[in-house]
């Protein structure tokens, strides 16, 4: 019994013994590298964005190629907008060895003596001398590019500048007329213009009859100080006579009347009617024939006859015409008149009279025959 117990004791002993040496043997364990240590929470790191061009083709750039010439020979690029006191003298450039320009039309009119316009080797040159408040208006050039046949425009290449010749006795810029008529058309904008020398002038439209100011409201009705009071959508009720009043830190002054008529006739080619006096003549008599055109008022329109004696250069006469109707309720229409009349009818008279009318829109092509009996 005793040997069992002591057995056993000794088992328990070793058993003791084994678990006290692996846990001395675990405490004694090298640490490996970075072991024990607080390892940093991952971090979110943002993706980085890289923002792409925009790619978009914006088409070729416009080069200014336009400068203005300062005193003591200094130059600077002109701004969209200038303002000069009338009396001075102006002179633009514009680079390029064939340059054309463009420059308000009162300087045309009277082929006026005070501009001058030379191209140079390098550049093109716009001199203007004692300059007045009629002269306001848009400067505008181009490089022309050239080929053995022809010379075109370099839109690429141009330059443009707005001057305003400021005059306090001429608010508004000179017309060469008192009374101006303005037409309406239903597909276009209309514009009544009243444009101003000084540009920070307050300017207000007017109706004469009913009297009352019409507003510009921005949309239907604006004001642009280069080009005076548009018209967006121009209507028959807006008809009748309106002038505008400017007022820039003195007296208001007033503008000429505009007469504003309404245009019925769509755009398009010629609506023309071809009539004879008679389809059948005798020999010996006399005959004519009317090719009429109902237009709108500011279109021109121009004839050309093709009948059959001409080419025996058979002798008739053509006579052309125009005149402006007043259809009522401020509608206007044009009407534009050829008539070719032949005397002493033979027989290389008889056969087809052909008329042409044409405008900038189009073409319109009438035939009659006229016979001999």
């Known amino acids: 019994m005793k040997f069992w117990v002591i057995f056993i004791l000794i088992l328990v002993h070793e058993a003791l013994q084994n678990v006290h040496g692996q846990a001395s043997a675990k405490a004694k364990r090298p640490k490996e ?36 010439v300062m005193d003591k020979g200094r130059f600077q690029k002109p701004a969209a907008m200038l ?29 006026d003596s005070r501009l001058s316009i030379k191209q140079q080797d390098r550049y093109g040159q716009l001199i203007l001398l004692n300059s007045s408040a009629a002269d306001t208006g848009e400067f505008r050039c181009w490089a022309q590019v050239c080929d ?17 010749f400021t005059d306090k006795g001429e608010l508004f810029v000179p017309s060469s007329s008192y009374f101006e008529i303005v037409y309406l058309n239903p597909d276009k904008p209309a514009i009544i213009p009243c444009r101003v020398t000084i540009p920070s002038a307050k300017v207000t439209l007017h109706r004469e009859f009913p009297a009352e100011e019409i507003r510009a409201d921005g949309t239907d009705v604006k004001y642009d100080v280069m080009k005076g009071f ?26 000429i009347k505009y007469q504003l008529l309404y245009v019925e006739v769509p755009s398009g080619p010629p609506s023309a009617t071809l009539t004879a006096s008679s389809n059948k003549v005798r020999s010996g008599g006399d005959f ?31 006579k052309d015409s125009w005149r402006l109707v007043n259809r009522g309720i401020g509608h206007t229409t044009r009407i534009s008149k050829s008539i070719i009349s032949v005397e002493d009818f033979e027989t290389i008279d008889a056969g087809n009279y052909i008329c042409k009318a044409q405008n900038l829109r189009g073409q319109t092509t009438l035939i009659t025959r006229v016979e001999r009996f």
């Open 33 to 68: 590298p970075a072991e024990n240590k607080i390892k940093p929470a991952s971090k979110k790191i943002k993706p980085k964005i890289t923002k792409l061009k925009d790619s978009t083709d914006s088409g070729p750039k416009t080069q200014s190629i336009m400068v203005q």
């Open 83 to 111: 303002s000069m006191t009338a009396g001075q003298n102006m002179e633009l450039r514009c680079k390029g060895d064939k340059i054309t320009w463009s420059y308000p039309t009162y300087l045309d009119t009277f082929k």
């Open 148 to 164: 053995s046949y022809s010379c075109k425009k370099d839109e690429s290449k141009q330059g443009s500048t707005y001057v305003f």
């Open 230 to 255: 548009v018209y967006q959508h121009p209507r028959s009720n807006q008809s009748g006579v309106v002038y505008c009043r400017a007022e820039s830190r003195g007296a208001p002054q007033i503008s």
């Open 288 to 318: 004519s024939i009317f090719c009429t055109v109902l237009g709108e008022p500011d279109v021109e329109v121009e004839f050309t006859w093709i009948y059959p004696g001409q080419e025996y250069q058979r002798p008739v006469a053509i």
